[in-house]
């Protein structure tokens, strides 16, 4: 346990700073010395029950040190359950490898489920609750002088905020023993127990739950804490929001943490139904609309409805994949078969709302390579060339830059809703389908081109055979062009060939010094497959010689690519602009 061990030996806030990897006086100086008005920024954000939340964020400093703290006292947990050997937890809020998802999952197929909620639950944990616990904890037995600048760093106005980084792994800390204790009630009841920030949910299969964990209201359907529950809640330090306490039967929808879990934890129908509605009328319209809550000058929070962003509804159906993903995982690991075969209607619509974003209404220019170091090399190499390549890259400052291009992520969701894993058959389906896939939407379309980039080697022949057959063209296609225009905006640019080559990858525009690199005395294979013992591949290059050293390779090579990049870049957005300013003369 290094890093526990590390801050168990620490006795001051210098020692601390250095274990952190932060100055020890610029730690005093956020600690001591900043003003309090500067510290923080306050806002108010309305829950769904019509109160309000105040959100306290952290300045960028502060912020910075927050999330190195978070993250070192993450791993000290990790340190101290491999030692313990623990693999399973009783809190899912806020912890590595876990969400709502396993939360709900500990519940399904109950009789009974009860929710309880605790009110003001980070408000609860006070400055003296986390230094104390820092020192008295037998897991981390910190010197006093430590634990107190560690709480100074967590907490702000004598509570931890909800806005900081360090709040939800602290609040784990704290919670830890209310945890312990409710699920020996629990367990001592039959019943099921697991938390999720400030939500216990309690579950069993008995014909009721016992008198001690909720018994009935003055109303129906009205249900009140149990005396025994709420005791040990109030020892350990926190309340019962009475208001939310919840009791759900068999014969009607179950829910836990905003997930169905009559059957199967699965997201609600209803849920579904809205992403569903707001994607159609995005395709149709170029836009829509959603309700939310906000906050009016008298303090009220009122339903109103706003423009939707493309994001918040790529969120939404995130959301119900990641839940799918789940159950899909939970039925290969009981032995039963892959449960993804095709696609489902509501991971159709995923499908093509991720089309929608990524290659119709792109916000920039969209770069497809043949896989993920490919992206990595780009990246650099733009990042490098910035000054000369405007329409590519803005430099902002000389030590930041921003990218006006975006290039296509390979992740599991896109391969298994898009197809698109990299190498020529996923690419060359991509080509031939994609007048069809942007025919679907009736918004206008991106003024931003989509590139596919390609290896200008005997792998694309069949790319090439692709782009004559789908154009339709009676000209030859061999790579010789700079690039090719499929339609929709859509182009191929196969790596040019250099200095007479007859053919190019994109490793080519490295200098012989760089793919000479040798790590652990190991030489760079580019074609990437069978390495032998004392040859590394594409990852390893991409990673650890390109994106480590990128400050100092020359990537004036890439120079030829990226000119044909810009050249389309800035002819497609020219000819997108002199079409609006027709139409805007033809309407006159």
């Not at 929808?253 to 849920?271: F, M, W």
């Not at 969120?315 to 799918?324: K, Q």
């Not at 078969?337 to 209607?345: A, N, P, Y």
């Not at 990595?376 to 329409?391: D, E, G, H, N, T």
Request: aromatic fraction near 10%; proline fraction near 4%; glycine fraction near 6%.
């Amino acid at each position: 346990m290094i890093k526990l061990k590390l801050l168990q030996s620490a006795k001051s806030l210098r020692d601390l700073s250095i274990i952190l990897g932060f100055q020890p006086k610029a730690v005093s100086f956020i600690v001591y010395k900043y003003s309090k008005d500067r510290l923080y920024t306050s806002f108010t954000i309305p829950k769904k029950s019509g109160s309000i939340r105040t959100i306290r964020a952290p300045c960028p400093e502060l912020k910075n040190l927050q999330s190195c703290v978070s993250k070192y006292l993450q791993d000290c947990i990790d340190e101290i359950n491999e030692s313990k050997k623990i693999t399973h937890t009783l809190s899912h809020g806020f912890k590595r490898g876990y969400s709502i998802v396993t939360n709900a999952s500990v519940h399904k197929k109950r009789r009974l489920v009860l929710n309880v909620d605790l009110e003001d639950f980070f408000g609860a944990i006070n400055f003296g609750r986390v230094r104390g616990f820092f020192i008295t904890n037998k897991n981390f037995s910190l010197q006093p002088s430590v634990a107190t600048v560690l709480a100074q760093i967590i907490c702000y106005e004598n509570s931890i905020p909800q806005g900081s980084p360090c709040s939800p792994v602290v609040s784990n800390l704290i919670g830890h023993l209310l945890d312990i204790k409710l699920a020996k009630i629990a367990s001592e009841m039959k019943c099921t127990y697991s938390r999720y920030a400030d939500d216990l949910t309690f579950s069993t299969n008995k014909q009721q739950f016992p008198l001690e964990l909720v018994s009935p209201g003055n109303s129906p359907h009205d249900w009140v804490v149990g005396e025994r529950l709420e005791r040990v809640i109030q020892k350990c330090g926190f309340q019962v929001n009475s208001r939310k306490t919840r009791l759900q039967y068999r014969d009607s929808r179950q829910d836990v943490t905003g997930l169905v879990v009559n059957e199967k934890v699965n997201v609600p129908a209803q849920y579904r139904r809205r992403a569903r509605a707001m994607a159609h009328r995005l395709f149709e319209s170029g836009s829509f609309q959603v309700e939310k809550l906000s906050i009016k000058d008298d303090g009220r929070a009122v339903s109103e409805t706003r423009a939707g962003s493309v994001e918040e509804l790529s969120g939404m159906f995130s959301h119900i994949a990641m839940v799918s993903q789940y159950n899909n995982d939970v039925a290969i690991r009981a032995g039963i078969k892959d449960l993804r075969g095709e696609l489902t209607s509501i991971e159709k619509v995923h499908r093509d709302l991720i089309f929608y974003k990524s290659f119709y209404a792109n916000p920039m220019p969209m770069i497809i390579c043949e896989g993920k170091t490919d992206n990595v090399y780009l990246r650099c190499a733009i990042r490098s060339l910035a000054k000369q390549y405007p329409s590519l890259v803005t430099v902002e400052a000389p030590d930041k830059v921003r990218l006006n291009i975006s290039l296509f992520k390979y992740s599991k969701l896109n391969s298994q809703l898009l197809g698109i894993n990299g190498g020529s058959p996923h690419l060359r389906t991509f080509i031939t389908d994609f007048s069809k896939a942007a025919a679907k939407y009736k918004s206008r379309r991106s003024p931003f081109p989509v590139i596919v980039l390609i290896d200008n080697d005997k792998g694309a022949r069949e790319i090439f055979s692709t782009i004559k057959a789908t154009t339709r063209t009676t000209e030859k296609i061999d790579g010789s062009m700079p690039y090719y225009h499929i339609a929709q905006g859509l182009y191929v640019v196969p790596t040019p060939k250099l200095n007479g080559a007859l053919e190019s990858k994109i490793e080519d525009f490295f200098p012989v010094a760089t793919l000479s690199e040798t790590l652990d005395g190991k030489k760079f294979k580019a074609e990437n497959e069978d390495l032998k013992a004392d040859e590394y591949g594409k990852h390893y290059f991409a990673e650890y010689v390109i994106k480590k050293k990128q400050g100092s390779i020359d990537f004036s090579g890439f120079k030829p690519l990226l000119d044909v990049i810009s050249t389309i870049v800035s002819q497609n957005i020219a000819l997108q602009m002199s079409a609006v300013v027709h139409q805007v003369v033809v309407k006159k």
